[in-house]
């Protein structure tokens, strides 16, 4: 049995780490999984393209974790006027726009928001707070580029992801909406609240 790392450390993603991530996208993409096993284990149900994942990294919006050279994880995120790259981004931008979410009894386009584009780890590792540790350093660095509100979009099958994001990292749900057929959570995290 493979030895894991005590220490994992949350690392800008690199040009070269391009061809990895999508290749745990694809093992963790809905289409990978068996629908029995979706609930407990969570799911992708985007698959990105190599250059906007390069895009993303070349911006400082792409984060890893590694296991020696082994991508093990990652989170990358989009910015408000990047919103055309993916139908995720699409809808919540234009919910956004019509003042449709608000936070803290506010419209959230007049706040320092950000899209959580994905986050996922290798099912081997999860359980050990990766995606906490993820999370502290995303918002570190989102925070310096001007931005501290983050908002995900999870599929409403997706339990495992709405339980962690809700009840482990204290993300809230703001809205329902729907995309492509299927229902969705919005979820929202302020990140200059966020405990590591």
Known sequence: MEQLSVD????????????AIRRLQELNHQDSI????????GFLTV??????????????????????????????WI???????????????????????IWQEEPIKSQAYFFIGQVCIDATYRGKNLLQKMYVEAGKLAIKQGYSIGLAGIRDENKRSLHVHGQKLGFIKTNDFELNNKN?????????????
């Open 47 to 76: 698959v990105t393209s190599i250059d906007l994942i390069e895009d993303f990294i070349k911006k400082n919006q792409f984060l890893v974790i590694k296991d020696n050279q082994k991508i093990i994880a990652y989170i990358f």
């Open 34 to 41: 068996e629908d029995a096993q979706k609930a407990s284990k």
């Open 79 to 101: 910015l408000p006027n990047e919103y055309a790259c993916a139908g995720m981004t699409q809808k919540l931008h234009e919910m956004v726009q019509n003042d449709e979410v």
């Open 8 to 19: 994992f450390q949350v690392l800008p993603a690199k040009l070269e780490d391009a061809s």
């Open 184 to 196: 969705w959570q919005l979820l929202i995290i302020d990140f200059k609240n966020f405990k590591s």
